[in-house]
């Protein structure tokens, strides 16, 4: 039976997560030339390429069956450890006792990031020693990171489980249309708001397949779906794509154009008059799951339980 060996499955992870061959091997004090060796020698163990030499480096369909395993390895070796007591050492604090903290890489949307999750992260227990490495997607597109075995647990709006995954629903993240007062002056016609209570005025929301928009990234399609919903035609609006989620909200209250914001994020500037909720009998609701290895790890366990104590407070059921 073929055995891959820990150094050259390391070697693996470390290439991707760095980018590049160049990178890993300074990451892994070693040459280049020993880290293009160790890759070789597991592609021809495993009989396929593993990676696409691109910048940065590409796993393929065989290299993410392996970056998987490599992954799997790393989190069930730190557990280990962790309930022996020992572990690896910092590498710049070779006095201290405490085992090094293991590495979670986990895939998240951003308004996720900007409202619940890190409040999620921050209640993990200190005595987990973990460090989290945050890969922004889509929710409709984390599980592909799950799937290549960039991450170990991602959030995501996939209710069915990755192979090898569990899925648990968290809630739902309901968004707003909105736009700032004078962007609803400009462009869209109908009885004028009233200040005092911007949730209240009746818009003719006809124009919006042309006014401006904001748009997170190309993968965002929040915006479109609802006009499509509410007018039946396909948006032809110029967009301004905002990918942070901070910056978004921020365009959107100083009139770039309208958009979807997450409830958390638009409510204090409804209140305060800095927008104007365009359909307040319209939301939208994004399902949200957590889907995770199914490894028994008392690491991913932790964060689990904070993950959906903390969802259960900032989410609708």
């Not at 989190?75 to 309930?83: E, F, G, Q, W, Y």
């Not at 948006?235 to 409830?263: C, K, N």
Request: glycine residues 6%; hydrophobic residues 45%.
């Amino acid at each position: 039976m073929t055995r891959f060996a820990l150094d050259q499955l390391d070697t693996l992870r470390t290439i991707v997560d760095e980018g590049t061959f160049e990178a890993a091997a300074r990451r892994l004090h070693v040459t280049q030339s020993a880290v293009s060796q160790r890759i070789k020698q597991l592609e021809r163990a495993a009989g396929q390429v593993l990676l696409r030499r691109s910048t940065p480096v590409e796993t393929t369909e065989a290299g993410d069956v392996l970056l998987r395993h490599a992954r799997q390895i790393d989190l069930l070796t730190s557990d280990a450890l962790a309930r022996l007591g020992t572990g690896p050492r910092d590498e710049d604090d070779t006095a201290s006792n405490d085992p090094a903290p293991t590495t979670l890489p986990i895939a998240v949307n951003a308004d996720s990031t900007a409202t619940w999750f890190l409040d999620a992260l921050a209640a993990v227990p200190p005595a987990v020693r973990v460090v989290f490495d945050l890969r922004r997607a889509d929710q409709q597109h984390t599980a592909e990171l799950l799937r290549s075995g960039d991450v170990l647990a991602a959030v995501t709006a996939t209710r069915e489980p990755v192979q090898g995954c569990s899925s648990e629903p968290l809630g739902v993240m309901r968004y707003r249309a909105v736009a700032s007062p004078g962007f609803v002056d400009r462009w869209l016609a109908g009885v004028p708001h009233d200040p005092e209570t911007p949730r209240l005025g009746r818009l003719d929301l006809a124009p919006l397949d042309r006014a401006p928009m904001v748009v997170f990234d190309r993968t965002d399609a929040l915006q479109h779906d609802f006009v499509r919903r509410l007018t039946g035609r396909e948006p032809l609006s110029p967009r301004h794509h905002v990918p942070a989620s901070a910056d978004f909200a921020r365009a959107v209250v100083l009139g770039l154009g309208w958009g979807m914001l997450p409830e958390a994020q638009a409510t204090p500037e409804l209140d305060a008059g800095r927008l104007v909720e365009l359909a307040p009998d319209d939301p939208v609701d994004v399902p949200l799951f957590w889907q995770r290895w199914t490894l028994a790890s008392p690491l991913l366990d932790a964060v689990t339980v904070a993950v959906r104590t903390t969802a259960r407070r900032a989410l609708h059921p």
